[in-house]
């Protein structure tokens, strides 16, 4: 059974910074894929970015949404089967509830089977 707990939201100044967490059991990260998305109220849920096993020396392994690029960073800690979303320079609009998802399937255009419970990131301006 895979289970996705997150961690690590919580309230944040404008321009701050925040780290969550997805600590996984039944899947592996090391050898899967991951993502983070993002629901606001009101919103769809959208893909914030994700992080996956690959052999291609070309393939960066990790990919986002052009929203957050440059301010967002997946990162996988295989000892400790996590990964991490590092969130910088943050603005009131990155309010949301932040979703950890995972899949052994490693095609990026499929879906996630797999879905943590979610953790709130409120920015205050």
């Known amino acids: 059974q895979v289970r996705l707990i997150e961690s690590g939201g919580g309230l944040v100044q404008a321009g701050g910074s925040l780290r969550l967490a997805c600590a996984a059991s039944g899947l592996t990260f090391a050898t899967t894929r991951a993502g983070w998305f993002r629901q606001a109220p009101g919103k769809e849920r959208g893909f914030v970015g994700g992080?996956?096993?690959?052999?291609?020396?070309?393939?960066?392994?990790?990919r986002y949404a052009a929203s957050v690029m440059s301010r967002f960073t997946i990162s996988r800690e295989n000892a400790k089967n996590t990964v991490y979303l590092h969130l910088d320079n943050l603005s009131p609009e990155d309010t949301a509830v932040y979703y950890c998802a995972a899949d052994f399937d490693l095609a990026w255009e499929n879906h996630y089977n797999y879905w943590g419970q979610g953790t709130q990131v409120t920015v205050a301006s």
């Open positions: 992080i996956r096993w690959t052999r291609d020396v070309r393939d960066p392994g990790a």
